[in-house]
Nanobody, 120 residues
Framework: QVQLQESGPGLVKPSQTLSLTCTVTGASVAADNYAWSWIRRPPGKGLEWIGNIYNSGNVYYNPSHGRRTSVSKDTSKGQVTLQLNSVTPEDTAVYYC????????????WGQGTQVTVSS
């Protein structure tokens, strides 16, 4: 059974870089039939897609974040990483990693989420 676990700092200061890691067990992050996503939920708002990384190495980002976002993966460690630069309080959210099943385009596995607060 695939499991996803997010980890990272709970508190980040404005203008700093947020780095989060999603550790995947029970499945390979190199599987062809899946992509890996970062998604967040700001307080009082709905889910917001951040970006996807595919086995090909292609990465796609939500353009609303400009060029602040970087998603990568380490196949040997079974990890998917998110970096978000120049954070502001508007980046405060619960951050999730999820596995996207290609073809049907459904998220079939989610991490429990990790709270990130941006504050000085």
């Amino acid at each position: 059974q695939v499991q996803l676990q997010e980890s990272g700092p709970g508190l980040v200061k404005p203008s700093q870089t947020l780095s989060l890691t999603c550790t995947v067990t029970g499945a390979s992050v190199a599987a062809d039939n899946y992509a890996w996503s970062w998604i967040r939920r700001p307080p009082g708002k709905g889910l917001e897609w951040i970006g996807n990384i595919y086995n090909s190495g292609n990465v796609y980002y939500n353009p609303s974040h400009g060029r602040r976002t970087s998603v990568s993966k380490d196949t040997s460690k079974g990890q998917v990483t998110l970096q978000l630069n120049s954070v502001t309080p508007e980046d405060t959210a619960v951050y999730y990693c999820a596995r996207l099943r290609l073809g049907v385009l459904e998220y079939d596995s989610w991490g429990q989420g990790t709270q990130v607060t941006v504050s000085s």
